[in-house]
C-alpha cells in the first residue's frame, strides 16, 4: 500500500517539476506567438487586440525582406543539392566499390569536418573564397556549406547503403545493366529515405546559419535572411519589432514544417542523431 | 577467389570524385591553410594583405603572452570565460537537465510528456537568430516577459543583459541545446528492458534507487557520447554573439567571438589564424576521444 502511494506521489512531484521546466522552455517562446500579429507590438508580451495580419502586409511589401527569403532559399537549395548528389554518390563508391582504404577514410573526413569547425576556421576559409575570387558571391556560401556538410551526410548514407543488398544491383547486372545504370535505377530507388533525411537535415542547417554568410558577403542584396534581418533596426539602434517579429515567424516556417513532416513520416527520434 | 565489386575502381573514384573536391576545397585546405598563416601578419588591409611575412611564432606568443593572458578581452581570459562557459552551460545545464527531463519524462502523463518535449524541441531547431531575439525581447529590461514575471512575483527588474551577461549566455546555451541530450536519454532510457524496473518496484525501490543502480549504469555509453558532442558544440558555438555581442566589455566574449573580432574586426588574420588552430587543437583532442570510444565500443560489441 505504502508502496504505491510513494510510486504516486513520485508520479505527481515528476510531473511538477517537469511541468515547471517546461514552462521555462516556453517562456521566452510566448512573446512569438503574440507579437507578430500585433500592430502595436514591443519587447513586452502582450495580447494583441485585435488580432492583425498588418505586420505581414508590411513584410511581404519590403523587397529587401523577401529577398533575404528568397536568398536564404537559393543558398539553401544549392547546398542541398550539392550534398545530396555528392555525399549518395561518394557514400555509394564507399560501400560498392574496391577503394582500398574505405573505412578509414569516412573515418578521416568526419574526423576533419568535426575539428574544423566555422568558427575555429572563419579564417582561411574566407582567404580560400577570398583567394578564389568567390567572395561575396551566394555561390561561395553554396560551396562553403556543401563542403562542411559532406562528411557527416557521407557517413549517414554509407550506413545506409551498407544495410542494402548487394544482390538488388548484382540480379539487375545479371540481366545485363550496366553498374552505373544499376546505381541510377536499382540502387538509388532504395537508398531514396535516406537521402531525404540527409536533404531535410542540410536544408535546415543552411537555413539557419548565420556565421558563414556573415562573414563571407557584403552587398546587402545576396544576404541571406539570417543576416538580412538585421538591417530591421532603425537608425537609432533600435529593433522595429513589429517587422522583426512578423519576419522571424516566416523565416522559422519552414524549419518548422520541415521537423513536422519528418517527426511524423520517421518518428521522433530522427533529430536526435544528427545535427551540425 | 577475387570478390566481386559493383563499382570498377575507376567508377568509384569517379563517383567519390565531387565530394572529394568540396570537401577538400573547404574543410581539409582550411585545415592547413590556418595553420600556414598564423605563422604570418596576413591583415585585411594593407601591404600585408598581398604580401604578409613570415613572423614565426610572433602570433602564438601574442596569445600566451603572461603580461596580458588574463586581462580581459585577451586571449587567456576569453579562454578561460570558454571553458567555464562549456562546463556550466553544457555540462552542468544541458546534460544534467536533459536527464532529469528524460527520468522524469518516463513517469509523467503523455500529453504533458509530449508538450514538453515540444517546446524544448522548439528551442533547439528554430534558427539561431530567430531564438536570440526571442531572448533579446525576453530579457528586455523595461518590458521584458521576464521583469514582468519578478515584478508579479514581487521582485525587483533586473537588467539582465548588463549585469548578469555571462550568466545570461550560460542559461540561453542551456535552454538552446538541453533537447538533444533530453532526446538522446530518453531513447537510451527507453532501450532498457522494463522488466528491470518492474522487478525493482517489486522490491519497493525509489525512483532515486532506480535511476542510480539501473538507468545510470545501463546508459554510462550514451551518457559519454552526449559529454563529447555537446561540449565541442558548446565550444564552437557563435550564437551567444547574436545576444551580446562578446559584450559588455568582453565579459561574454568565447573563443569563436574572439577570433571573429581579431580577424574581422581587428583585420589582424595572423592572430586569428592562431587562435583557430588552439581552438581546432582542442577539438581534434575531442574528437580523437569520441572516435576511440566509439571504435572501443564498437569492438566490445563484436567482442
Known sequence: MTRYLGLYFTRIGFSVATALIGVFFALPLVWFIFAPFNPRAELGLSIPEPFSLTNFEAVFQNGFAMRGLWNSLVQSVGG??????????ASYALSRSPIPGKS???????????????????????????????????IAVILVFAGGLLPTAMFILRDFIDSIPKSYEESAMVAGASPVQAFFDVALPVIRPGIVVVVVWAFVSIWGSFLIPFILLRSSEKMPASVAIYSFYSEAGTPIVTLLAAYSLLYSLPVVILYLLVSWKFGFRFFGGIKA | MKSFSLL??????????????????????????????????????????????????????SLFDAATFFTRGEFGSSLILTIQFVLLSAVVGQAALGMLLAWMLQSVPKSLKHVTETVAIGAWILPEVVIAFAWFAFLDYENGTLNMIMEALGFPPGDWLLSFPFWAIVVFNTWRGTAFSMMLFNSAF????????????????????????IGLPLIRGHVVTDLILITMWSFNVFTPFLLTSGGPSYRTEILPIYTYRIAFRDFDFGKGAAVGVVVMLINLVFALFYLWVMRRRAKGVAA
Open chain 1, 104 to 138: 578509414v577514410i569516412t573515418y578521416i573526413l568526419l574526423l576533419f569536418s568535426s575539428v574544423v569547425s566555422g568558427s575555429a576556421a572563419m579564417v582561411p576559409i574566407f582567404l580560400i573564397i577570398n583567394g578564389i575570387g568567390l567572395i561575396d558571391t551566394q
Open chain 2, 8 to 61: 570498377s575502381r575507376g567508377t568509384g573514384v569517379a563517383f567519390l570524385a565531387p565530394a572529394g573536391l568540396l570537401v577538400g576545397a573547404f574543410v581539409i585546405a582550411p585545415f592547413f591553410w590556418v595553420i600556414f598563416v598564423s605563422f604570418t601578419n596576413r591583415s585585411l588591409l594593407g601591404r600585408t594583405a598581398v604580401d604578409p611575412d613570415f613572423v614565426g611564432l610572433a602570433n602564438y606568443f
Open chain 2, 190 to 213: 527507453a532501450s532498457i528492458p522494463p522488466s528491470y524496473f518492474q522487478a525493482a518496484d517489486v522490491a519497493g525501490a525509489s525512483s532515486w534507487q532506480k535511476f542510480r543502480d
Open chain 1, 80 to 89: 542541398v543539392i550539392l550534398v545530396g548528389a555528392g555525399a549518395t554518390l
